[in-house]
């Protein structure tokens, strides 16, 4: 009876109490969300990006500053926009303290969890020994692959070095067909989402390796290039024997070209060098000739052209020297000329011609 009492009486007593515990739940829920309000703070309750940037404003008249607190630790001054630290995989606790628009002080606490991020898959590779999945991941965490069909579902787990990599090998027989697979991050009992989901197609058999024939590595050397093998690559090989004659014809074309270039080149030089020494200083009046007018030119001397230049007008005041007109001739010989002045011979020769 007595224990039936202290039941009742409890009963009634929760009763009592439950409309006010609601009623301090709902305000502390309306207030918490007034702050936010405030703060114009939107901060996800779940992310994994460790590095999250969040964007707030100062309700204050006076603007006097936004602190925040990460867990329990002391209080530093922030603005808009902030970028959290690189926080660690797990729960975090963020403390805003800043003044109302009445200058009054206020508190306002959100809880951060950071997860790992989805892993990396790679394209799954198959051969002999089985199925291999590769990818990359968060460092020291753990993978767990899933990997499913409308016949069958295998979950796999493997480690991730402290380089971010991962491996894992299926090595068990499944059934052909299309599998879907996928992946999440598991570190310090906080999970990540799961991957983009891959697809693999296991309908090709697998090679068996006792039918494979081993076989030696291949090696070429030009002595070993017999008379039987040209034949059988001319034969077999029509297209190949023909670009390798365009090729050597194309190489020969273009040797020849070089070498014509080049020996013109060679010419033109030997050409100034002699032109060069031809070259003297002349009048303003006078031209210069060129290589071929003095080469053309037989009065020209070629080792020494200025000096054969003055031997020939010295020749030619000569020559102006030495001819006479027919009048001064006849002067000189008239004593021995037989005609008269009307060019009639005389009656002096006509006698001496009959004595004789």
């Given at each position: 009876?007595?224990?039936?009492?202290?039941?009742?009486?409890?009963?009634?007593?929760?009763?009592?109490?439950?409309?006010?515990?609601?009623?301090?739940?709902?305000?502390?829920?309306?207030?918490?969300?007034?702050?936010?309000?405030?703060?114009?703070?939107?901060?996800?309750?779940?992310?994994?990006?460790?590095?999250?940037?969040?964007?707030?404003?100062?309700?204050?008249?006076?603007?006097?500053?936004?602190?925040?607190?990460?867990?329990?630790?002391?209080?530093?001054?922030?603005?808009?926009?902030?970028?959290?630290?690189?926080?660690?995989?797990?729960?975090?606790?963020?403390?805003?303290?800043?003044?109302?628009?009445?200058?009054?002080?206020?508190?306002?606490?959100?809880?951060?969890?950071?997860?790992?991020?989805?892993?990396v898959l790679n394209t799954p590779i198959i051969n002999n020994d089985g199925i291999n999945f590769t990818g990359r991941a968060l460092a020291g965490s753990e993978i767990t692959l899933i990997l499913n069909s409308n016949n069958k579902m295998i979950v796999k787990q493997a480690e991730v070095d402290?380089?971010?990599?991962?491996?894992?090998?299926?090595?068990?027989?499944?059934?052909?067909?299309?599998?879907?697979?996928?992946?999440?991050?598991?570190?310090?009992?906080?999970?990540?989402?799961?991957?983009?989901?891959?697809?693999?197609?296991?309908?090709?058999?697998?090679?068996?390796?006792?039918?494979?024939?081993?076989?030696?590595?291949?090696?070429?050397?030009?002595?070993?290039?017999?008379?039987?093998?040209?034949?059988?690559?001319?034969?077999?090989?029509?297209?190949?024997?023909?670009?390798?004659?365009?090729?050597?014809?194309?190489?020969?074309?273009?040797?020849?070209?070089?070498?014509?270039?080049?020996?013109?080149?060679?010419?033109?030089?030997?050409?100034?060098?002699?032109?060069?020494?031809?070259?003297?200083?002349?009048?303003?009046?006078?031209?210069?000739?060129?290589?071929?007018?003095?080469?053309k030119d037989k009065t020209v001397n070629i080792e020494n052209p200025s000096v054969l230049k003055e031997e020939k007008k010295t020749d030619e005041s000569v020559k102006e020297k030495k001819v006479i007109s027919k009048v001064d001739f006849l002067e000189n010989f008239k004593s021995h000329d037989?005609?008269?002045?009307?060019?009639?011979?005389?009656?002096?020769?006509?006698?001496?011609?009959?004595?004789?």
């Open positions: 009876m007595k224990l039936k009492k202290i039941t009742l009486l409890l009963l009634l007593c929760f009763a009592f109490f439950l409309p006010f515990n609601t009623f301090a739940q709902d305000g502390n829920e309306k207030t918490k969300s007034s702050l936010e309000d405030m703060l114009d703070l939107e901060i996800p309750e779940i992310t994994d990006n460790p590095s999250l940037i969040i964007n707030f404003s100062d309700p204050s008249k006076e603007k006097s500053g936004v602190e925040l607190s990460l867990d329990e630790k002391e209080f530093i001054k922030i603005e808009s926009p902030f970028t959290l630290p690189a926080l660690s995989i797990g729960d975090h606790s963020l403390t805003f303290r800043f003044l109302d628009q009445y200058d009054v002080s206020q508190t306002l606490t959100k809880n951060l969890i950071i997860t790992p991020r989805p892993p402290q380089d971010g990599l991962w491996t894992l090998t299926l090595t068990e027989e499944i059934p052909q067909g299309l599998y879907t697979f996928s992946a999440f991050t598991k570190k310090y009992g906080y999970s990540s989402e799961l991957a983009e989901p891959l697809i693999l197609d296991v309908s090709e058999r697998k090679i068996d390796d006792s039918n494979t024939e081993t076989t030696n590595p291949i090696h070429f050397a030009f002595k070993d290039f017999t008379r039987e093998d040209f034949n059988q690559l001319t034969t077999n090989h029509i297209d190949l024997l023909v670009l390798s004659i365009a090729l050597f014809l194309i190489g020969l074309l273009l040797g020849i070209l070089l070498f014509s270039v080049s020996k013109k080149k060679e010419e033109n030089r030997v050409v100034k060098e002699v032109e060069k020494k031809f070259v003297k200083p002349t009048s303003e009046n006078e031209k210069s000739l060129t290589l071929l007018e003095k080469l037989p005609d008269n002045e009307k060019g009639k011979e005389s009656e002096d020769s006509k006698e001496e011609k009959k004595s004789k």
